[in-house]
């Protein structure tokens, strides 16, 4: 957990970034929950929803008469206590009574209705929600209704009760000749503030505002796609936060650089999907291309880290498959040639071989063939045609001016494909008659490209490294996972062969980089006009 957690974004562009690459996952959850909600809102059946307010009064009239406040100090307490009385069944019956409302029952009115009490006013709010607005209109009203009768009645029962035996008391003081005395006098008065207690009582809930209309509640298809795009915006960000932390994949460069402790050769992209297709080079379909230009920029840094052309054997290797090892070591087969170099390359790739497919040439015969001495060295090398590479050089260095202390013409590339693929390419890379083959090519070539299997995959190319001069790495950005690349550093370390630095491939160029080169190289050529006046 503490690997995955390494490398957090600290800046706005890094969590830019991260949005970006996670893209699809931040896009597709809002979306699909925006689509999902309008569509389940389509299919719901319309519901209206209707309110009415009914005013509670508590003290007032009473509290001045009798001295007692019936809500007993605590106005929640005692709206809630309405509520709950409002959600009497015997109330519920008489609503659905007299609602007139077919099909309606005491557990639909329950079903479908709300008691609220307020907790600023003396307000309880009823509110009804039904499929048809009249309907719901009607019962929000009738709920109302019925309810400050209900309470009335609940009110002035005692009242009623009480005024019923002060009244059975004075006839019969009446009756034995009393109805002067001064307990006749006394309850006499009472029964009068009974009687006004329950005048008052009668009137301590009221309808203060019937409901005069239903509001539809649903369908909502539009607010419902709303939130659920807002909901799924948070599950989106939240899925590509939780993936970027969960990834353990290398996507900073200056992570590698402190992992190999290796120079940066250069920074390749990737190559455009029409060559990918046809298993084109860069170099020789689009030489004048901004990324062509990468690969004569790599060429440039093996030659500052080779200044004295002393390493001719250089294996090319990289932590695990389809890192580009084999496109990028063909492309800059060609950028050196085209720089005036004899160069030879050497697939020894024998599980995989693939530079054969990209130069469009046989595989056969091979190294292995002339190891065995199945084929002579002559007839496996396979030319590759330079005439681009010598109008290009042409016209940047002047009509085939020398570099290097080499004219344009001198370039020349030749691939030795891998040939008849052996039973164990371990052992065969240790034959003493193939690495003759490698020190012959050192001979003849100024520079030999060894495409090599990936390191962590096989042990061939710790073999071969005890056998050339010098070796650079190469690893996909975004691809090689944290654990593998510490892996490679430390296996590169044990190599016999000078490490000249790293290259590091699946890197996007931006379109600014694009218009600047074009723009430049453009300026560069200059008009026929500039041309003809030079």
Known sequence: MREAFSNRPTTVADYLTILRRRKWIVLVPPVAAAVAAFLLSLGQSPLYRASADVLVNRASVVTAIT??????GDPTRYLATQASIARDPVLAKRISDASGIPGMTPDRVLAESGVTPSTDSDIVTITVEDRGRAAATRLANTYAAQFTEFTKERATTSVDDALSSLEVRLKSLAAHGQGTSALYAALLQQQGQLATVGRLMAGIASVLQPADHATKTRPRPKRNAILGFLFGAVVGLALAFLAEALDRRVRDEHEIDGVLGLALLARIPAPPRALQKTNDLVMLREPSGPQAETFRKLRTSIEFVNPDGAARTIVVTSAMEQEGKSTTIANLAVALARGGRRVAVVDLDLRRPYLSQLFHVGG???????????????????????????????????????QNGRTASEGMLQLLPAGTLPPSAGEMLQDQRLIGVLDELATRFDVVLIDAPPLLAFGDTMTLSSHVDAIFALTRLSRVQRPILHEFGRQLQNCQAKLLGYVLTGVEHSESYRYMYEAYEYYARGTPHDKERV
Do not use: F, W, Y
């Open 67 to 72: 001295g007692v406040d019936p809500s007993g």
């Open 364 to 402: 056969r015969p091979g190294i292995t063939d002339v190891a065995l001495k199945h084929a002579a060295l002559s007839d496996a090398l396979r030319s590759i045609g330079l005439a681009t590479g010598i109008q290009e050089m042409a016209s940047l260095n002047g009509q085939g001016a020398p």
